[in-house]
């Protein structure tokens, strides 16, 4: 019953994407790990339409990985499915105007592998968005759950809302960005209200005596600054996130230093003839994206899913390394005439302890790798993608060494460097047709 629903939903695809001009793409991965001799594949399937006033997509990929216990694996041959990519976008007659919401793996200003308020990892939410990009201006407020309420894992639900302002003079943009984060499903006066966060924040504090003072809302918030130069030749950019700020340093220097929660980001690429050079670096000092009194800048409100540990890359918000750590990426793409890419990079990583989900601990200075033990991640990535008319292949690998590897310790809560060392070994494989 089951495989012949399967069948149908697939024939209605493909007949619908054949009438009405909405293309189909069919994709299977497959990552082989040789310390373990173990495969795991993605398969998956987009359905999509792009066209200057509206674009649809409709992705849908199954995974075999263990990740996710799914109740009807049996039916799907032991994998369990995610809806990654499905939204709707709609433009105005010019494109400046654009209001969109599904699920999409959310991005960031600036093109890096180290941006810091949206990760380089692919993390796929619920949203809803709104922007204007004029000749000189930009704005977006942007909601995304993270958290649904009616989550058996977890006691409360967990959202936050995103905010953009810039301007634009030729290739040049400058940008603030802010961020909030609390435990509830939806807040039509942070997503409406076009104030920065701090101030949006502040004035609904249950302290004060207006009335729309609100009780029990304890919101964290974060704000930053970016700017990024696109030209033909070169693209340089660099961003700034602060959680917390000492600022008794300037008006009460003889009183408590509160720990500077900052993170960092910066990075140039050369376009030339024979391909993309790109340096990148970032770094985030002990604390940054804690909870500090509010929820923390994570997509998950605790380090561990029903029993299993999450992996702290995946659960940041933000720079994937999150707090305490500082990284290095040099990176070479090259494209031939659009049916090769060549892409390999080199990346240095070095991460001190971690509490994603922990309240800032009552501590006074400002705390940057000076753990007695630090993780050294090195890592050597190199792909190549072949584009044949309609057919994708690729093929990747990632090679290095972990030592003194991060792991997680119940007891604390926290993830600390251990004495343990990790080869780095991953062989990635895949195949694409697009009808």
């Known amino acids: 019953m089951f495989k012949k629903l399967r069948l149908l939903l697939f024939t209605v695809l493909f007949v619908y994407s054949l009438s009405f001009s909405v293309n189909l793409e069919l994709s299977a991965e497959g990552i082989?790990?040789?310390?373990?001799?173990?495969?795991t594949d993605r398969l998956a399937v987009k359905l999509f339409h792009l066209s200057p006033n509206f674009d649809f997509m409709a992705e849908i990929?199954?995974?075999?990985?263990?990740?996710?216990?799914?109740?009807?694996?049996?039916?799907?041959?032991?994998?369990?499915?995610?809806?990654e990519n499905s939204y709707v976008t709609f433009r105005n007659y010019d494109g400046t105007i654009e209001f969109g919401g599904g699920i999409k793996d959310l991005k960031d200003e600036i093109d890096s592998p180290y941006s810091l308020f949206f990760s380089s990892e692919r993390i796929s939410s619920p949203y809803l968005e709104a922007s204007y990009s004029g000749e000189n201006m930009f704005y977006t407020t942007r909601w995304v759950q993270l958290v649904s309420e009616s989550n058996k894992y977890f006691e409360t639900a967990k959202s936050m809302n995103y905010k953009t302002y810039g301007l634009k003079f030729g290739d040049f943009r400058f940008g603030y960005q802010d961020a909030l984060v609390y435990d509830r499903t939806f807040d039509f006066y942070y997503f409406l209200n076009p104030m920065p966060a701090y101030f949006s924040q502040e004035i609904r504090s249950f302290s004060n005596t207006m009335p729309w003072a609100e009780k029990d809302k304890n919101d964290n918030t974060l704000m930053g600054?970016?700017?990024?130069?696109?030209?033909?030749t070169y693209y340089i950019y660099s961003q700034i996130l602060v959680d917390d700020l000492n600022t008794n340093r300037f008006f009460n220097p003889e009183g408590t230093q509160n720990?500077?929660?900052?993170a960092l980001s910066g990075g140039v690429k050369l376009k030339t003839n024979v391909g993309n050079l790109g340096?990148?670096?970032?770094?985030?000092?002990?604390?940054?994206?804690?909870?500090?009194?509010?929820?923390?800048?994570?997509?998950?409100?605790?380090?561990?899913y029903d029993t299993k540990v999450i992996n702290y890359t995946e659960n940041y918000i933000g720079y994937k390394y999150g707090e305490n750590a500082a990284s290095v990426l040099i990176d070479y793409e090259y494209n031939y005439k659009n049916w090769f890419n060549f892409y390999t990079s080199f990346e240095t990583v070095f991460s001190g302890v971690k509490s994603p989900t922990q309240d800032t601990p009552s501590v006074e200075g400002t705390f940057f790798l000076d753990d007695d033990t630090l993780e050294k991640r090195f890592i050597y990535t190199i792909a190549t993608d072949f584009y044949f008319k309609n057919f994708e292949l690729n093929v990747s690998s990632d090679m290095g060494k972990i030592q003194n590897a991060i792991i997680y310790d119940p007891d604390q809560n926290k993830f600390i460097p251990s004495d343990e060392e990790k080869n780095i070994f991953t062989i990635n494989f895949g195949l694409g047709i697009k009808f």
């Open 32 to 39: 082989y790990l040789p310390e373990t001799s173990q495969i």
């Open 61 to 83: 990929a199954f995974y075999n990985d263990d990740k996710y216990t799914f109740y009807e694996s049996d039916y799907y041959f032991d994998h369990y499915f995610l809806i």
């Open 225 to 232: 600054f970016f700017f990024d130069f696109d030209k033909p």
């Open 259 to 262: 720990p500077d929660k900052i």
């Open 279 to 304: 340096l990148h670096g970032a770094l985030a000092t002990q604390y940054t994206f804690q909870p500090g009194g509010g929820p923390s800048y994570t997509v998950y409100p605790e380090n561990l």
